[in-house]
């Protein structure tokens, strides 16, 4: 079984600081994504990284995979009430046809406070 | 682009009947579709995986004969939660993946209460 650590569980904040949220593996995996979710939805695609090293920006969040794709992180910056939810990392390893699955991590549930 | 919708958002049954629930790809052609379910302020748990027009492999611990999936085409599958009980009640999710890529676009849920 592959492991997704994901960190911190839970991160409550206050508008306009700064976080980072931490997703890491002993296992290498092809892909790495970066998925939000509010209460009662499905998970939204944020990103996916391919390339070890591979830095992904979208507006305030940061995203970078690790050199050995071992490892995964998002920063935001100046937080907002906003970008409030639960944050997933998941870790995609293709074997080819039915073998190809996605690990995800526990999850950051962020609060933003204004 | 990549839209994944389910049907139904909610359903509340009682105990002992099934309940139908059905994942499309609305703007493409999906060769896999997962099925995942999520506890409350918890991560996703995949349960199956699904390929068009093959048998879907199961993880560990998810009953088959409970929880039957049919990938009839490349852009339906369907989870029957058979005889539910109250502790099926959870989050479903599904996902699909476009064959080759990496990503996987997930569906808005299906909320299911079993009375």
């Known amino acids: 079984t592959q492991l997704l650590e994901q960190s911190p569980q839970f991160l409550s904040i206050q508008e306009g600081e700064n976080l980072t949220v931490y997703c890491n593996s002993s296992?290498?995996?092809?892909?790495l994504q970066w998925y939000r979710q509010e209460p009662g939805e499905g998970p939204v695609l944020l990103v996916t990284?391919?390339?070890?090293?591979e830095v992904k920006k979208l507006k305030r969040l940061t995203f970078q995979f690790g050199d050995a794709r071992k490892d995964s992180s998002l920063h935001i910056t100046a937080a907002q009430p906003g970008d409030t939810g639960l944050y997933l990392c998941?870790?995609?390893?293709?074997?080819?046809?039915?073998?190809?699955?996605?690990?995800f991590g526990k999850g950051t549930l962020l609060t933003v406070n204004p | 682009g990549a839209v994944v919708s389910q049907h139904p958002s909610r359903v509340i049954c009682k105990s002992g009947t099934s309940v139908k629930i059905e994942c499309r790809s609305l703007d493409f052609q999906a060769t896999t579709m997962f099925w995942y379910r999520q506890f409350p302020k918890k991560s996703l748990m995949l349960m199956a995986t699904?390929?068009?027009?093959?048998?879907?492999?199961?993880e560990q611990g998810v009953e088959k004969d409970k929880f039957l999936i049919n990938h009839a085409s490349l852009t339906l599958s369907t989870l029957t939660v058979t005889s539910a009980h109250p502790e099926d009640s959870s989050f479903y999710i599904c996902?699909?993946?476009?064959?080759?890529?990496?990503?996987?676009?997930f569906g808005p849920g299906t909320r299911l209460l079993v009375l």
């Open positions: 296992s290498v995996f092809s892909s």
């Open positions: 990284v391919v390339t070890g090293g």
């Open positions: 996902s699909a993946r476009l064959g080759g890529r990496e990503t996987q676009y």
């Open positions: 998941a870790g995609g390893k293709n074997s080819g046809g039915s073998n190809y699955k996605l690990t």
């Open positions: 699904s390929n068009e027009g093959s048998k879907a492999t199961y």
